[in-house]
């Protein structure tokens, strides 16, 4: 993905060293974009394009606000609201939501959201959006390892309690690569088709490895367009591996 080129319009008082930074916030953001326009098919967002993201950052958190970022069609005014923590491997947009700004005017979530970025200090951001968002998957390391471990014994879990137990007790699972700061990944199992879906986003927002549980959660994506464009993303760029359930 390209680097954003930032220019602070509002400035605020220098980060400490282990404070998150807006440069780090925005460029979240922007990594955030692709996944959503690849993995979930997002059809709005302005790729290639200018649009200004609205900051405020508080310490190893940031709040993110823009209203061009994305355009829906016959609706006058969407924003989008992010929200950003610095973990230890990188900035990571922990949530994401979307608002007609005038239907939900007044609604008390689309509120929350705008005031935690005007509570204070705030820097306006121009960003040009990615104009490619085919997948660039960073190399492995130690937390992409430990997290892969946990995504392997979550699906594990997960056809051990709720999923057609495989003969043999055996199964073969194509598991989709991922980034360390993805919202999730997916699985196709490959004796059923199923599409899986594995949440990498748990409670502890500080946590890349599911928490104390050590758990993600996993559902099955019902079948219909997101499942078949899902499927062959993860068999595109995943990699197979057999489960053993006992």
């Known amino acids: ?46 790729l290639g394009q200018s649009a200004h993201v609205d900051a405020r950052v508080d310490g190893r958190t940031a709040y993110l606000w823009s209203e061009d970022m994305r355009a829906v069609p016959r609706v006058r005014r969407w924003a989008d609201s992010y929200v950003v923590v610095l973990r230890s491997a990188g900035a990571v947009v922990t949530q994401r939501s979307g608002y007609n700004v005038e239907l939900l005017r007044g609604e008390a979530a689309m509120e929350r959201d705008r005031k935690r970025v005007y509570a204070g200090a705030t820097q306006r951001i121009p960003v040009d959006l990615p104009t490619n968002c085919d997948p660039k998957f960073d190399p492995d390391g130690p937390v992409k390892a430990e997290m892969r471990a946990v995504v392997t014994s979550s699906l594990t879990n997960a056809v051990r309690t709720w999923g057609r137990r495989p003969a043999g007790g055996r199964v073969r699972m194509t598991v989709a690569n991922f980034n360390t700061d993805y919202p999730e990944t997916f699985a196709v199992r490959q004796d059923t088709g199923e599409v899986l879906r594995i949440g990498l986003m748990v409670g502890d927002r500080s946590s890349y490895t599911g928490g104390a549980a050590r758990q993600y959660v996993v559902a099955p994506v019902p079948r219909g367009p997101a499942a078949i464009l899902l499927k062959r993303l993860t068999l595109r760029y995943g990699q197979t591996e057999t489960i053993s359930v006992r």
């Open 1 to 46: 993905m390209l680097l954003a080129v930032l220019s602070v319009v509002v400035t605020s008082a220098p980060a400490s060293a282990a404070d998150l930074t807006a440069a780090q916030a925005v460029e979240a953001m922007r990594r955030h974009v692709c996944f959503s326009k690849v993995w979930w098919g997002d059809p709005y967002v302005r």
